[in-house]
C-alpha cells in the first residue's frame, strides 16, 4: 500500500497561525529557527545600503523577512531581503509579494542554506528573479548571480573585501560595509 505525502498549497499556507515562521518549498511546509546575530546584523546593514540607495532615490522598494514572496500554489518563500523596482510595483499585495522579485537576498544559516542554495535557487531561475544574492556571514562573501533563463551566471563576487556590482539596481559597494 502506497503512503502519499500531502502536498501543501497557497490556501494551506494562508491558514497558518500569523507569525508562523515557516516557508512552502515545493508543497512541503518548512519551519526556520530564529537566524542567529550575526546574520541579523548583516542583514540590517545590507537593508540600510539597499533603502539609501533604492528607496531613497525613488528607484523601488526594499523588504525585509519576515516577508511571504508567492512565487505559485506550492511555493511560498520568506527571503531576507527583497528588491521590488518601481515598474513593478503591481506586484506589491496587501500581505504578500506575487510573483518573482526583481532581486532576492538569501543569507545562508546553517538551517536553510540547502534550501538557499538548492531548491529555492532552481525555482528562482524558473520564476525570473532578475538577481539572486547569495550572502555568506560565516565566510563574509557575497555573490550575484544574473539570470539568463536557463542558468544563474555570475555577474559579481567577493570574499571578505571588495566591490560588488548589481546590474538589476545600478549598485556597486565594498562587501566590507556589511561584514
Known sequence: ???LEKKYTFEDYLNLPEGSNYQLINGELIMAPA???KHQQVSKKLVFILYKNIEQTGKGFVFYSPID???DSYNVFQPDIV???KENEYKIKQKFIEGAPDVVIEILSPSTAYYDLVEKKEIYL???VKEYWIVDPKVK?????KNETTNFITLSKAVVKGEILS???DLK????EIF
Not at 562573501?141 to 548571480?145: G, K, M, R, W
Not at 559597494?173 to 566590507?176: A, G, K, L, N, V
Open 83 to 85: 528588491v521590488i523596482l
Open 35 to 37: 537566524p542567529e546575530i
Open 173 to 176: 559597494f565594498d562587501i566590507s
Open 1 to 3: 500500500m502506497e503512503i
Open 141 to 145: 562573501s557575497v555573490e550575484i548571480l
Open 69 to 71: 514572496v508567492l512565487i
Open 167 to 169: 546590474e538589476i539596481i
Open 126 to 128: 524558473k520564476a525570473r
